[in-house]
């Protein structure tokens, strides 16, 4: 996709757990080359809509297009396997295995096949383009000088970044993140700013759902925020943070 060109097109979903109301009829759009942040304070959906976009969850109505085609409805993984990658809020990875072991284990588990015939069954030419595509990946993010660290003694923000190299195995047009600054150092948060302004100029469209504030407001073209479930407003970081129904919906005043 080329920068601006819309990835992903959210048309009015909803979701109901009984008689709540999670996600009311949102709708929204990301663009290619673009960091799109959703925001909004505790219990205003933005989970939810992370796992109705991603098809963890079934929507009450409302679709979804991914690239042009209608993904709502359709299992998760075969949402990921047309080019949408998600990060976790917990990080999981095999701490005895080393940083570029991980991520060829999750590149393999990405390919659809399940983690023991991982360990049993992968033959060399398999391991061998796993390996390549992890370390390619590790690469981007700025994890060149971690490849082979035991992933159970990186600190937080390492951690973070193995997560997204992850994610970025098999090349997603389309990249959520759940709070990734969550627990990061200053610094830290810093070095992944950097690593998501250097995937948006490569033209890929970031979903960051992110509770610190400065983080949002530095990196974020556009942003989208919810209260109680629904779309309250949206625009550039500059728009949110002028607007009164934003600091009325955080300050509850
Ligand atoms: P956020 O991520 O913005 O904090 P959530 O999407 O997690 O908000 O939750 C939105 C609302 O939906 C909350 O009131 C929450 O309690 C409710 N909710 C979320 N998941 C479920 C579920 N599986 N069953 C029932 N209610 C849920
Ligand atoms: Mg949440």
């Known amino acids: 996709p080329t920068t601006g060109d819309v990835v992903l097109d959210v048309r009015a979903i909803r979701k109901q757990f009984g008689g709540l109301v999670a996600v009311n009829d949102i709708s929204f759009q990301i663009r290619a080359g673009q960091i799109t942040g959703l925001i909004g304070p505790n219990g205003a959906g933005k989970s939810t809509t992370f796992n109705l976009v991603t098809g963890v969850l079934g929507l009450t109505s409302g679709e979804v297009l991914f690239r042009g085609e209608r993904i709502s409805g359709l299992p998760s993984r075969a949402i990921a396997c047309r080019g949408m990658s998600r990060t ?12 570029l072991e991980n991520v060829a284990l999750g590149a393999h588990l990405r390919s659809g096949k399940g983690a023991l015939s991982a360990m049993l ?3 060399r030419a398999e391991e061998r383009q796993l ?5 390619r990946q590790l690469r981007r993010v700025g994890m060149g000088a971690y490849l082979h660290h035991k992933a159970g003694d990186l600190s937080m923000g390492p951690q973070r970044l193995l997560e997204i190299a992850r994610a970025l195995c ?4 389309l990249l959520l993140l759940d709070e990734p600054a969550a627990g990061l150092r200053h610094k830290e948060k810093q070095e992944l700013a950097e690593v998501l302004r250097t995937l948006r100029a490569e033209g890929m469209a ?4 992110e509770h610190d504030m400065g983080l949002v407001m ?3 073209d556009h942003i989208v925020v919810m209260e109680f479930g629904t779309h309250l407003m949206e625009g550039t970081p500059t ?4 607007s009164e129904k934003v600091r ?3 300050l509850g005043t």
């Open 218 to 220: 530095d990196i974020c």
């Open 239 to 242: 728009e949110v943070q002028q």
């Open 206 to 209: 970031i979903l960051l759902v």
């Open 131 to 135: 390996f390549a595509e992890a370390e």
């Open 248 to 250: 009325a919906a955080y």
């Open 170 to 173: 098999a090349d997603p047009a």
């Open 88 to 99: 976790f809020q917990h990080v999981k990875m095999v701490p005895d295995m080393t940083v």
């Open 121 to 123: 069954h992968w033959d």
